[in-house]
């Protein structure tokens, strides 16, 4: 068995294995795989290029998380208060 596929088979088994337990770092995985495979064609840096993926994409997602709790917290303080009625004008 070459060491491509020994590579192969642990990312893979890596992959089951965290696949089952809920991912607390959102983004991360999908970083991984798209930084792995990115490492790899880019140079044989496979777990170079997971590593930055994680990273970039925990980011991603944390950044994504963050805006949309301030859109919700922008639309609870506009529901919470509406703008005055326009008054009709006077003659």
Request: with cysteine.
């Amino acid at each position: 068995m070459s060491r491509f596929h020994r590579l192969l088979l642990a990312a893979l088994a890596a992959g089951i294995a965290l696949a089952a337990v809920p991912a607390q770092a959102k983004g991360c995985l999908k970083g991984a795989v798209v930084g792995g495979v990115a490492g790899h064609v880019a140079g044989h840096h496979a777990v170079v290029g997971a590593v930055a993926g994680c990273a970039v994409g925990h980011h991603l997602a944390a950044k994504k998380d963050r805006e949309a709790a301030e859109a919700r917290a922008q639309a609870q303080a506009a529901a919470a208060n509406p703008p005055p009625a326009a008054s009709a004008p006077r003659p």
